[in-house]
């Protein structure tokens, strides 16, 4: 590595590592690992219920990893057995549509008029449709 890289990776003089504040109603201990939950990722929960076919979003918890999350997400989210499937996603891996734009995103929809049965006739025995 030449000086140059060497200078710029290692921090300014005189910066000092930004500190959490003490609480002295908490051990030392249990403020280290409040410390470390805090930098665990984040993960979205689904669950589906027994009445269900899909997955609904329950809710998000920290974990230290993909297990850990479904294990606490059973113990928060299904504490009645409600819930007979749970996935978890990490937050960062989802990408969502902007709400702003969605005008944009579901205009070619309104030409296709036959993906919509407005204009055909139903014979009577249809009743239920």
Known sequence: MSKENQNTLSPKP??????IPQNPLISERDQETLRTKAEWPLFEVFVRSKNGLEHRHFGSLHAADAEMAIENARDVYTRRQEGVSIWVVE???IT???PENNGEMYAPAKDKVYRHPTF????IELKHI
């Open 14 to 19: 005189g910066a000092e590592e930004e500190k």
């Open 120 to 123: 055909y006739d139903l014979p």
């Open 96 to 98: 969502a549509s902007n």
């Open 91 to 93: 937050s960062k891996v």
